[in-house]
């Protein structure tokens, strides 16, 4: 049983023991804790009789310059310094959770930036509706789209469509964490909480690949770590490298699984004059040089089964121009994959050594091939209850986000809200600091929140006004969960604060 699953059980129990212990009110799981104990989430336990959020406040340091150096200071606990050279941003991450949400945020911060007097309420968000996209760099095949993903042999989500160059997985979801079994629930919240902080988890997906993704890492695939992304499909392979092979080869198949390209078929190599081979491939063909399905998908040639290339290959046609000695290379879309052959005077393709004369455009393949990686986007529902600890009227808070009049940050990472109603975010985990999410054993997700707009702004929608702090206080005294601050570097990809949005005019409201 892993850790987690051991905190899952014993929540249920907690919660029913009383005793000398103190309740954690931080959410619906309610746990009893007993002196010198953390509770079944591990971030909440009871020191000297009060409840105490165990991690630190982050605080990011935002360098003064863009551009500056950024150093780490992680795991570093505020020094008691005020100084500060840049700006500072009060992350959700170590601020708790206000459970349930009729009470204001944890921490509703003001900040006056270049003139701008901006307010931030921060939370550390319960996401019951969460899940993870995950993408990864590789043609190879690691199942059937739809077909179910599995991490400990249990149903975490699901093959998704493909992407150009990229396979992608769907997991998580409300279905998955509360719609089946428990073991189901505790699972999928222990992928995902991986996941999202950023660790390598092992998924196996039915009647495919057992595949280890790790965010900002190469997957490893079967057992296989994939070191290249594909250039592109086959034609356009072609189209990007035809003028390369011309005057030193007589014909191009650039093999791959969605579209397998034909050079002296194809537009490019017509453009540039290359002369008809009677090459037959044995697909269906597309438009000239483009054809699909040579092969099943697989895990050989440029994502399909082969091995042989000369299997997707018919009858060479000599009154098409096919002769004895006519040369071919054959080659996959990451150039990992290649060979050359000769005609015989059967018109059969003969194995040759690979000439020196073809080894540059076949690396220039290589070359312009990305690092295979795995992309982890967080996405989370914060259209609930959470935004009832940020304004009295909950579709204020809804209406200013759609509006582009609120900015929302996970861990002080810029998010993608999806158009449409209620407040649905996607959050690259790469941009979050390290170990921000947490969960809870009901399951669900617990991910940093920021919320930020306009002073005016946040009084008109009905903010909280007798709670907002100023970050020197914060800094000096923290808060009701009596943790420490720690201060970190911004990551410098994330800006703050975003003033170009918010220093347009709020609709009907002053500047
Ligand atoms: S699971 Fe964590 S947040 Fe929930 S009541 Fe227990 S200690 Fe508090």
Redesign the pocket.
């Known amino acids: 049983m892993s850790e987690l699953s051991e905190r899952f059980e014993t ?1 249920e129990a907690g919660a029913k023991q009383v005793g000398e212990k103190i309740r ?1 009110d ?2 619906p ?3 009893y ?1 007993a002196e010198g104990r953390t ?3 591990d ?2 336990g009871n020191v000297g009789g009060r409840i105490v959020r165990c991690d630190p406040l982050t605080i990011l340091e935002h360098t003064a310059e863009a551009g500056s150096a950024v150093v780490s200071f992680a795991g570093e606990e505020w020094d008691g310094e005020l100084v500060n050279t840049g700006r500072r941003f009060v992350t959700a991450i170590g601020a708790g959770t206000t459970y349930p949400d009729y009470k204001p945020a944890p921490f509703i911060i003001s900040q006056e930036v270049e003139g701008v007097d901006l307010v931030t309420v921060v939370t550390e968000g319960i996401f019951s509706y969460c899940g993870v996209k995950v993408k990864i760099d590789t043609d190879r095949h690691i199942g059937p789209e739809t077909a179910t993903v599995r991490a400990q042999g249990e149903a975490v989500g699901h093959v998704t469509t493909g992407e150009y160059g990229s396979q992608m997985l769907s997991l998580g979801g409300v279905h998955h964490l509360t719609g089946g079994s428990k073991a189901e629930g505790r699972v999928t919240c222990e992928t995902l909480l991986d996941l999202c902080n950023r660790k390598p988890v092992e998924l196996a997906v039915d009647g495919g690949a057992t595949i280890i993704v790790e965010a900002g890492k190469a997957p490893i695939i079967d057992g296989q770590m994939e070191h290249r992304m594909r250039v592109g499909c086959g034609s356009a392979t072609i189209g990007m490298f035809a003028t390369q092979w011309r005057g030193l080869v007589d014909e191009v198949v650039v093999v791959d699984d969605h579209i397998t390209g034909v050079v002296s078929e194809h537009q490019a190599g017509k453009v540039l004059g290359w002369e008809d081979t009677g090459i037959k491939i044995l697909g269906r063909r597309s438009t000239p040089g483009r054809y699909f399905k040579v092969s099943e998908p697989g895990v050989g040639w440029g994502g399909t089964t082969i091995s042989d290339p000369l299997s997707i290959l018919g009858d060479w046609n000599p009154k098409k121009g096919a002769r004895p000695g006519l040369s071919l290379l054959m080659v996959s879309t990451t150039g990992e994959q290649f060979a050359y052959f000769e005609l015989d005077d059967d018109l059969k393709p003969v194995e040759k050594p690979f000439p020196e004369r073809l080894r540059k455009s076949v690396g220039l393949i290589e070359d312009n091939c990305e690092p295979a990686l795995c992309t982890v986007l967080f996405v989370g529902g914060a259209g609930g209850s959470l935004r009832a600890g940020v304004v009295e009227n909950p579709v204020n808070l809804t209406r200013s986000v759609q509006g582009l009049n609120t900015y929302v940050t996970v861990g002080g990472a810029p998010t993608y809200i999806w158009p449409g109603g209620g407040i649905t975010l996607m959050v690259d985990v790469m941009r979050v600091p390290e170990n921000a999410f947490g969960y ?2 009901t399951p669900a997700l617990v991910a940093p929140i920021e919320f930020t707009l306009r002073r005016d702004d946040y009084l008109r929608l009905g903010g909280y006004a007798s709670e907002i702090r100023t970050v020197e206080d914060i800094v000096a005294s923290g808060g009701e969960y009596l943790n420490p601050r720690a201060q970190k570097a911004a990551a410098a990809d994330n800006p703050w604060p975003p003033l170009q949005q918010l220093r347009r005019v709020p609709p009907g409201g002053a500047s």
């Open positions: 929540a954690c931080a959410c799981v309610m746990c804790i509770g079944a989430c971030r909440y809870v054993p």
